[in-house]
């Protein structure tokens, strides 16, 4: 009886102290930082991407990308894959990745969720202006439509599938245009608003029919009519958006700044006439890359943080 | 007179009162779900949608008829079920350890003991042990409240992806639900059974282990095996959110519209789970202690008696190995065809920096309950509210007074809506209208299958009924029965969330599509049990019945006897349904696993941990209830 008492009494104290232990090392955490040690170059760059795209083409990539800047830099970077958006942000701002490929959304979140300690490395030149285009099955008998608020007026029975949730281009533009122009939230429009997870899922599920719209990311979409012309024939465009800025290259500060200079000067580097400047240039359809800050994405923030209603 | 006055008596007390508020009941339930929530039967009602889904379904059926039996693809499968299983493994061992100490402090005769105390100040003593013990079930309730999906969300963000998430995710949850079931077995057993360890000075550890712990071990070693085959279900399924294995690619390949490989994989998914169905049934065999059993297997000698034991524990702890090994080293299903060790994030968690991940979530325990839209909390942020329209009016056009008019109640719900947390308590309308519409279809299912699925009226029944069938007619029943075997295998070996992801895939997102996965489950589920319990009903009930139909003789004689037991299993099915409800809305259906997913996903922690409580609330309300109708799983 004795015994288990004290037993009890040992159990609950490892727990509490566990706890308190837990506490204060997050605590003490904080202050010395993290990631690749302070201000000194760590001896491996790790790069991250939104999988915005759900392929091995994407993997194959910044795969690419990385042996890329291994070559430029002379310091080991490897790729490191993460299945949904918010692990990207997450792995960036807890320092398990030194760098990432984000979008517009993921960009801002970065910057949040690091405290101000991230920094836009570059973007593509397409990154500026980007669109999202509204898709239709063909058999839905949606034709092309003038603005966002005609196909608002005319879809109470067809279902409708953004890409993956913490999208810019996939959800949350096309949403913020969707509500400004006709006044009415997705929900209260379709019979039924998905989210595929991915850009290239949209266009394939649009295509198969399950569902009769979509929105996606117009690089995308030209990348696979080229490829699959059958499912472009079969998803033809009824809506382009205003353009606004999307993805970016964005790194932990504590990468130091003369590292993250040399891994932007590669970047700026590529040339469409270099065969690796090729081949990722033609992945991603843009010409070069070109300086970006982490003002120009202060409008994106602006329409995260005026609330994106899904109703819940 | 007075002999008059008790028969009457008796009659009333034997009206089956209880039947009908059941039956008012269950109307309420489902008149509720239609009500609370858009139901979308246009795929039934509009022609051309219907012709479409007809397309779709027998694009599907063209679909599945193709498998991909390819060299490398039959390899991959089988990678990715050895990780399945290996993730599997691991989490039942880790949840029976886990589980097992904190069933200790949740079980009252364990952690307080069960001698009366007197006076305020032996109360006084005993209060630490309460507190624990109370401690250690609320633990235990958050735990199994939590679905394992809902883990997986949460843990994605600090293990990353892969098997090992998966194994975590389940092992908390089935932590949970062993824990509770442990601690009841443990409780239920008769202090008399080890009173005599008490009288002998045995302190509670000692009447635990020697007394309590032996009496109750069956029952703990069946329910541990039920759950691991729980477990292996639920692993094929994780990686839908990001756990590894199985789950990961069918969704993948389901999103890419590949459905020959879609197809191997859900034949490997059945195997997996139809195996793990087999090889439990053998070892319950084994386990079966009551020599009187017909089917009992009957020791030898001493010798093999207790070597049986030493044999079984032994290759639980080899199956074990194999997974830790597997996991850590042997795991070559990444596609680079390297072996990868999927441990490294568990080990990292040591260390600080690995642990600021968790600081991360902070937020997750700090619930944002919107007070400024009622009226309460920060007045800046009310101010935003009022200025926005957004605050919960009463008084605005209808006064209290004005509670017979049903606009009224339309306009205050309008105006409550403004207040976030009605607007997520109402999204578990959507979880709870799949629950109760898909186990009412799967329970009706059920009812009309375990007829044909049924050994005694299929292939026993002249038994009971004295005729003598002709042998066509007898290799027609068999067929019958196997048929309804085979659907109910099916039905049951692939789980809820990949039914869902099929129906989606061809029927579109939505409630109808979550009800039906969830039925046909139910269906399979509870088609076993259910013809179970008619098979154990002595012949000679049916002899004293039989009318010349077997069907009526099923409806009128063996419906009503086992009707008890059918509800019972009914009511657990529909727990856990509910529970499905809401990992289908993590996995897109909609509603509040949806919202759960959506906001953690937006880092927005504190709403996604207002979800979350609701979800912990739903779970543990629907428990205590079943508690309150004495429906307890012990029994």
Same mark, same amino acid.
């Given at each position: 009886m004795k015994r288990v008492g004290w037993l009890m009494i040992a159990l609950a104290g490892i727990f509490s102290f566990a706890a308190c232990g837990g506490g204060n090392n997050t605590a003490g955490g904080n202050t010395t930082g993290s990631g690749g040690g302070n201000g000194k170059a760590p001896d491996k760059i790790i790069i991250t991407a939104i999988p915005d795209e759900n392929s091995d083409a994407f993997k194959d990539h910044f795969k690419t990308i990385a042996k890329y800047i291994e070559g430029k830099v002379g310091i080991p970077c490897e790729y490191m894959h993460v299945e949904n958006y918010a692990a990207a942000v997450t792995a960036l701002a807890n320092g398990q990745a030194h760098m990432s490929w984000m979008g517009g959304v993921t960009t801002v979140q970065a910057d949040q969720q690091t405290k101000g300690e991230a920094v836009v490395v570059a973007c593509r030149d397409t990154d500026k202006k980007f669109v999202t285009y509204f898709i239709a099955n063909k058999d839905a008998g949606v034709g092309e439509v003038k603005d966002l608020k005609e196909l608002a007026g005319l879809s109470s029975n067809l279902s409708f599938t953004f890409g993956s949730k913490g999208s810019t281009s996939g959800h949350l533009m096309p949403r913020h245009f969707f509500t400004t122009q006709s006044g009415k939230k997705p929900e209260e429009a379709f019979k039924s608003v998905a989210y595929s997870g991915s850009h290239d899922k949209t266009m394939q599920q649009?295509?198969?029919?399950?569902?009769?719209?979509? =929105?996606? $990311?117009?690089?995308?979409?030209?990348?696979?009519?080229?490829?699959?012309?059958?499912?472009?024939?079969?998803?033809?465009?009824?809506?382009?958006?205003?353009?606004?800025? /999307?993805?970016?290259?964005?790194?932990?500060? /504590?990468?130091?700044d003369e590292l993250i200079g040399k891994v932007r000067a590669a970047l700026l580097e590529l040339d469409p006439a270099t065969e690796e400047g090729k081949k990722i240039l033609g992945y991603w359809k843009a010409g070069k890359m070109v300086e970006a800050d982490m003002s120009e994405w202060a409008g994106i923030k602006a329409v995260m943080e005026s609330g994106v209603d899904i109703g819940g | 007179m007075s002999?008059?006055?008790?028969?009457?008596?008796?009659?009333?007390?034997?009206?089956?009162?209880?039947?009908?508020?059941?039956?008012?009941?269950?109307?309420?339930?489902?008149?509720?779900?239609?009500?609370?929530?858009?139901?979308?039967?246009?795929?039934?009602?509009?022609?051309?949608?219907?012709?479409?889904?007809?397309?779709?379904?027998?694009?599907?059926?063209?679909?599945?008829?193709?498998?991909?039996?390819?060299?490398? #693809?039959?390899?991959?499968?089988?990678?990715?079920?050895?990780?399945?299983?290996?993730?599997?493994?691991?989490?039942?061992?880790? =949840?029976?350890?886990?589980?097992?100490?904190?069933?200790?402090?949740?079980?009252?005769?364990?952690?307080?003991?069960?001698?009366?105390?007197?006076?305020?100040?032996?109360?006084?003593?005993?209060?630490?042990?309460?507190?624990?013990?109370?401690?250690?079930?609320?633990?235990?309730?958050?735990?199994?409240?939590?679905?394992?999906?809902?883990?997986?969300?949460?843990?994605?963000?600090?293990?990353?992806l892969g098997p090992v998430t998966g194994a975590?995710?389940?092992?908390? $949850?089935?932590?949970?639900?062993?824990?509770?079931?442990?601690?009841?077995?443990? /409780?239920?057993?008769?202090?008399?059974?080890?009173?005599?360890?008490?009288?002998?000075?045995?302190?509670?550890?000692?009447?635990?282990?020697?007394?309590?712990?032996?009496?109750?071990?069956?029952?703990?070693?069946?329910?541990?095996?039920?759950?691991?085959?729980?477990?292996?279900?639920?692993?094929?399924?994780?990686? =839908?959110?990001?756990?590894?294995?199985?789950?990961?690619?069918?969704?993948?390949?389901?999103?890419?519209?590949?459905?020959?490989?879609?197809?191997?994989?859900?034949?490997?998914?059945?195997?997996?789970?139809?195996? =793990?169905?087999?090889?439990? $049934?053998?070892?319950?065999?084994?386990?079966?202690?009551?020599?009187?059993?017909?089917?009992?297997?009957?020791?030898?000698?001493?010798?093999?008696?207790?070597?049986?034991?030493?044999?079984?524990?032994?290759?639980?702890?080899?199956?074990?190995? #194999?997974?830790?090994?597997?996991?850590?080293?042997?795991?070559?299903?990444?596609?680079?065809?390297?072996?990868?060790?999927?441990?490294?994030p568990l080990a990292k968690l040591g260390d600080a920096k690995e642990r600021k991940k968790i600081a991360?979530?902070?937020?997750?325990?700090?619930?944002?309950?919107?007070?400024?839209?009622?009226?309460?909390?920060?007045?800046?942020?009310?101010?935003?509210?009022?200025?926005?329209?957004?605050?919960?009016?009463?008084?605005?056009?209808?006064?209290?007074?004005?509670?017979?008019?049903?606009?009224?109640?339309?306009?205050?719900?309008?105006?409550?809506?403004?207040?976030?947390?009605?607007?997520?308590?109402?999204?578990?309308?959507?979880?709870?209208?799949?629950?109760?519409?898909?186990?009412?279809?799967?329970?009706?299912?059920?009812?009309?299958?375990s007829y044909p699925h049924s050994l005694a009226f299929q292939l026993e029944s002249q038994q009971f009924t004295g005729e003598s069938p002709h042998p066509a007619v007898r290799v027609l029943r068999v067929i019958q029965m196997a048929l309804a075997r085979g659907i109910g295998l099916v039905s049951r070996g692939v789980p809820e969330v990949m039914w869902a992801f099929l129906f989606i895939a061809f029927f579109g997102p939505g409630l109808l599509a979550g009800s039906i996965a969830i039925a046909l489950h139910t269906l399979g589920v509870l088609v076993r049990v259910f013809s179970e319990s008619v098979d154990n009903i002595p012949y000679r009930r049916f002899e004293q019945a039989y009318r010349g139909s077997r069907m009526s003789c099923f409806a009128y004689t063996a419906g009503p006897i086992s009707w008890k037991d059918w509800m019972t299993y009914s009511f657990f099915q529909f727990e856990s349904n509910v529970r499905m409800g809401v990992v289908l809305g993590i996995v897109g259906v909609g509603g509040l696993g949806f919202f759960f997913t959506f906001n953690f996903e937006w880092f927005r922690f504190e709403k996604a941990g207002t979800h979350l409580l609701v979800i912990i609330l739903l779970t543990v309300v629907i428990d205590r209830i079943s508690r309150g109708l004495k429906l307890s799983r012990v029994s």
């Open positions: 649009v295509a198969d029919g399950t569902h009769q719209i979509g =929105a996606l $990311n117009y690089a995308v979409y030209e990348r696979l009519k080229k490829e699959k012309p059958e499912l472009a024939e079969k998803a033809p465009i009824i809506y382009k958006t205003p353009s606004y800025v /999307d993805y970016c290259f964005v790194a932990r500060k /504590d990468l130091g | 002999r008059r006055v008790v028969t009457v008596e008796r009659y009333a007390a034997k009206r089956p009162w209880g039947h009908f508020a059941a039956l008012l009941v269950v109307a309420v339930l489902v008149i509720g779900s239609f009500w609370a929530v858009e139901w979308d039967f246009s795929t039934f009602t509009d022609p051309a949608k219907a012709e479409r889904a007809l397309e779709r379904a027998s694009g599907l059926v063209e679909a599945f008829s193709s498998p991909d039996f390819s060299d490398d #693809w039959l390899e991959r499968c089988w990678e990715l079920t050895k990780e399945t299983l290996s993730a599997a493994v691991m989490a039942t061992f880790l =949840a029976v350890i886990f589980a097992y100490l904190l069933a200790m402090g949740a079980a009252k005769s364990v952690s307080v003991g069960v001698e009366p105390v007197s006076g305020w100040r032996g109360r006084l003593l005993r209060l630490p042990q309460h507190l624990f013990c109370s401690a250690c079930r609320w633990t235990l309730d958050v735990l199994r409240a939590v679905p394992d999906f809902a883990w997986a969300v949460i843990l994605v963000a600090v293990l990353g975590v995710a389940l092992a908390l $949850n089935i932590t949970g639900i062993l824990g509770k079931v442990y601690s009841e077995f443990w /409780d239920s057993v008769d202090p008399k059974g080890y009173e005599q360890i008490r009288a002998l000075g045995g302190g509670r550890l000692k009447t635990f282990l020697y007394g309590i712990r032996p009496l109750a071990s069956r029952s703990v070693q069946s329910f541990t095996l039920m759950r691991a085959e729980c477990a292996i279900r639920n692993a094929a399924v994780i990686g =839908a959110v990001g756990g590894g294995g199985l789950g990961a690619e069918i969704m993948y390949q389901i999103g890419m519209g590949k459905w020959g490989k879609v197809t191997t994989l859900m034949l490997y998914t059945l195997g997996l789970t139809l195996g =793990a169905d087999l090889v439990s $049934n053998f070892i319950r065999r084994q386990l079966r202690s009551d020599p009187n059993h017909p089917r009992a297997v009957r020791a030898r000698s001493t010798f093999a008696n207790l070597s049986r034991a030493y044999i079984g524990v032994a290759f639980a702890m080899c199956v074990v190995l #194999w997974s830790v090994w597997f996991m850590g080293w042997g795991n070559s299903a990444g596609p680079d065809g390297k072996a990868r060790n999927y441990l490294e991360f979530f902070e937020d997750l325990l700090k619930p944002d309950f919107d007070l400024e839209s009622i009226g309460y909390g920060d007045p800046a942020k009310r101010k935003i509210h009022e200025q926005m329209g957004t605050t919960v009016k009463f008084s605005d056009e209808y006064e209290w007074w004005d509670f017979w008019r049903p606009s009224a109640w339309v306009s205050w719900e309008k105006s409550l809506q403004n207040w976030f947390v009605w607007r997520v308590v109402k999204s578990a309308a959507v979880p709870l209208a799949m629950a109760i519409i898909g186990t009412l279809l799967g329970v009706l299912a059920a009812m009309a299958l």
